[in-house]
């Protein structure tokens, strides 16, 4: 390497001797990029700078998510880059979870999600759990192959805000509908919303199994559940 090449080289960057402006930015670069073991070094500085857990969620960690977000759904980022960045996610989630239940810090709200019963695949399942737990949301994962009584189960005990069920096979759809009919039968259908999403599905798919939504992707995911919260929180009481 010549003197050039030496003097033109990146100086490695040293987290902890950014101020708290220049970390958050640099995390959120981090998060995009998927390097988890930095984005968990930034989450530990600023907790040991006193930052309150939800506001380094909130500030450092929801707004990097965010634009991943943005990104995905427009076509910048793919799937496997999507990913790295929920897993570096998680990662700095696995370090702010205990804090925020010991300060009773406030969630977006609260999810349960499942791949219906017949159906094995997970992968999208997992991505949307991943972007919404980094939009600040409370996730409860059923797994796979997941009956009706057991979501009913699970809302009944959770009382979710909202309920995923993901499918990628043609022969499973059809079970969503029986999940909705089953919410009927149990008079729990208008205390959730309902988030349906998977390949084979489309609009039209949501609305004659009467879901509340599509989501063609996870991105899509929580800009809906955000959406449909805020609506139903604002909208005015029945007389």
Request: net charge negative; aromatic share 4%.
């Amino acid at each position: 390497m010549s003197d050039n090449d030496e003097n033109n080289a990146e100086e490695p960057i040293i987290l902890s001797e950014l101020n708290d402006e220049e970390l958050v930015l640099q995390m959120g670069d981090d998060l995009y990029d998927g390097m988890e073991d930095e984005v968990v070094e930034g989450t530990n500085i600023l907790l040991e700078r006193n930052w309150e857990p939800a506001k380094v969620l909130s500030d450092a960690l929801m707004e990097g998510m965010r634009i991943v977000g943005e990104d995905f759904r427009d076509g910048i980022l793919f799937v496997p880059e999507v990913l790295l960045a929920a897993n570096a996610m998680k990662a700095a989630m696995a370090v702010l979870h205990p804090l925020l239940a010991e300060t009773g810090a406030p969630s977006t709200g609260k999810m349960v999600i499942g791949t219906v019963k017949g159906d094995i695949h997970d992968i999208g399942k997992s991505l949307v759990i991943m972007m919404m737990e980094g939009a600040g949301f409370d996730v409860v994962d059923l797994g796979i192959n997941t009956p009706a009584e057991d979501f009913i189960s699970a809302i009944q005990e959770h009382k979710p805000d909202i309920l995923g069920m993901s499918a990628l096979l043609t022969t499973t759809m059809p079970y969503m509908k029986v999940v909705i009919e089953t919410l009927k039968e149990e008079k729990l259908r208008d205390d959730v919303i309902v988030l349906v999403g998977g390949a084979p599905l489309n609009e039209e798919f949501a609305q004659a199994i009467e879901a509340d939504a599509y989501c063609r992707d996870a991105a899509v995911a929580v800009e809906t559940s955000k959406e449909m919260i805020s609506f139903r929180h604002n909208r005015p009481s029945a007389p």
